[in-house]
């Protein structure tokens, strides 16, 4: 099965925003929000091969909300006469008065090769996540085990501790008995 075919959610809530994640967008397409039409313009971009910048955007004179969005390409092209040139794919995002999200322009066209994901690729990621979910799950093993050793190393030295005691008061007794047999034999001597 592709990765389109997988993909299907929505991501508009209201009627006549209903939006499948593999499509590709046009203009009068809607979302119920700025991050969901970012969103379909970022997973649209993955599956074919480019990566996302924000352009320019607008903002309301009346509250300062930003009421237009322009996402585009990051790629570009190395020209031998013009130098750099950036690529001029991008969606025109722009809010609607009952605070719906629609697509007002729509620049297919990239200046570069597009390099899709391949499924060998995302299956890498893939594996690479699980390796970091495992490694971390085995790092909260190990720090609740250092804890663990820790208090037993605490106990030990507590017992330790103890046993210096009593070996204390035993060195006491035997040096008090040692003094008891000098004086003893000083006695006598005498
Ligand atoms: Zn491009």
């Given at each position: 099965m592709d990765e389109a075919?997988?993909?299907?959610?929505?991501?508009?809530?209201?009627?006549?925003?209903?939006?499948?994640?593999?499509?590709?967008?046009?203009?009068?397409?809607?979302?119920?929000?700025?991050?969901?039409?970012?969103?379909?313009?970022?997973?649209?971009?993955?599956?074919?091969?480019?990566?996302?910048?924000?352009?320019?955007?607008?903002?309301?004179?009346?509250?300062?909300?930003?009421?237009?969005?322009?996402?585009g390409c990051r790629g570009g092209s190395e020209n031998r006469s013009k130098g750099h040139e950036s690529c001029s794919a991008m969606v025109l995002l722009k809010k609607e008065k009952l605070g719906t999200w629609v697509i007002?322009?729509?620049?297919r066209d990239h200046n570069?090769?597009?390099?899709?994901?391949?499924?060998?690729?995302?299956?890498?990621?893939?594996?690479?996540?699980?390796?970091?979910q495992e490694l971390t799950a085995e790092l909260r093993v190990k720090r609740r085990l250092s804890t663990a050793y820790k208090e037993h190393l605490i106990t030990f030295m507590k017992d330790v501790e103890d046993h210096n005691g009593h070996l204390s008061t035993k060195i006491h007794l035997v040096y008090d008995n040692l003094k008891k047999l000098e004086r003893e034999e000083l006695l006598r001597r005498k």
């Open positions: 075919n997988e993909r299907v959610e929505k991501i508009g809530e209201t009627s006549g925003c209903e939006v499948q994640t593999n499509q590709e967008p046009h203009e009068g397409m809607g979302f119920e929000s700025e991050s969901a039409a970012k969103s379909f313009y970022d997973d649209y971009a993955r599956r074919l091969g480019f990566q996302t910048r924000f352009l320019s955007s607008r903002k309301s004179e009346r509250d300062g909300s930003v009421i237009s969005r322009g996402v007002r322009r729509f620049v570069h090769p597009l390099v899709p994901h391949s499924h060998i690729s995302r299956r890498e990621l893939d594996e690479k996540d699980i390796r970091i």
